[in-house]
């Protein structure tokens, strides 16, 4: 079945020690986005690529990063990650077209120690 | 800045109770406003609506937009134990890259 897929689903780290999420996805869609979701909220925009063209939201932290190395994968890099950056990071996908829909992945729970 | 807002944030049902979740929002240029239904996990895509105007049906489920009012609402009849979830709405505004908008969500609690 394609799908999104996110690696690990549950990552602990400790205050400051970097950390990498990854996802891949069997759709050959050319768009992905990181989102970052906190409990009890709305899921967050992080950045999004299309195709190879990476684009940051405006009020993304500088200690998150991303890479898309092909079209399946992209990987979200915490740099110095603290307290706040725990939350549920989830993976979206959506073909390039006029559709709207983006498919999710699992999530991956950060924890931070 | 596009903005979507959902009512009521919380919702406690019994089995077999009908129930309408509420979306509205403000955007510069309407794509289109999509729902999601998220248990434990990442979210599912429940139904994209466009400014043609037309229901959306699946099962139970069921969805209206209503681009004059700037608002859409999500209904669920004969509701389940297994509907229980938060139904996010998300606006697909005027960016080209499809970036989706989303509201706070409406966290539903459907008791036996």
């Known amino acids: 079945d394609a799908m999104v897929i996110q690696n690990p689903r549950y990552q602990v780290t400790q205050f400051g020690k970097p950390v990498t999420l990854s996802c891949s996805q069997t759709l050959n869609h050319n768009v992905m986005y990181w989102y970052q979701q906190k409990s009890s909220q709305a899921p967050k925009l992080l950045f999004h690529?299309?195709?190879?063209?990476?684009?940051n939201e405006a009020d993304t932290p500088d200690n998150f990063q991303s890479r898309r190395p092909n079209t399946s994968f992209c990987f979200l890099d915490i740099r110095s990650p603290g307290l706040g950056d725990a939350a549920m990071y989830l993976c979206a996908t959506r073909d390039g077209g006029s559709r709207n829909e983006q498919f999710f992945g699992p999530g991956t729970r950060l924890t931070v120690l | 800045e596009d903005k979507v807002v959902q009512s009521p944030l919380s919702l406690v049902v019994h089995e077999g109770d009908t129930v309408t979740l509420n979306c509205s929002y403000e955007?510069?240029?309407?794509?289109?406003l999509l729902w999601y239904k998220q248990e434990k996990k990442a979210p599912t895509f429940l139904f994209m609506l466009t400014s043609s105007g037309i229901e959306k049906k699946s099962g139970r489920l069921s969805s209206i937009l209503d681009k004059k009012e700037l608002s859409s609402i999500l209904n669920i009849t004969a509701t389940q134990t297994g509907d229980s979830a938060i139904y996010l709405c998300?606006?697909?505004?005027?960016?080209?890259?499809?970036?989706?908008?989303f509201g706070q969500g409406t966290i539903l609690t459907v008791h036996p």
């Open positions: 998300a606006l697909a505004g005027g960016t080209s890259y499809g970036k989706l908008t």
């Open positions: 690529y299309y195709d190879k063209d990476f684009n």
């Open positions: 955007v510069t240029n309407f794509r289109s």
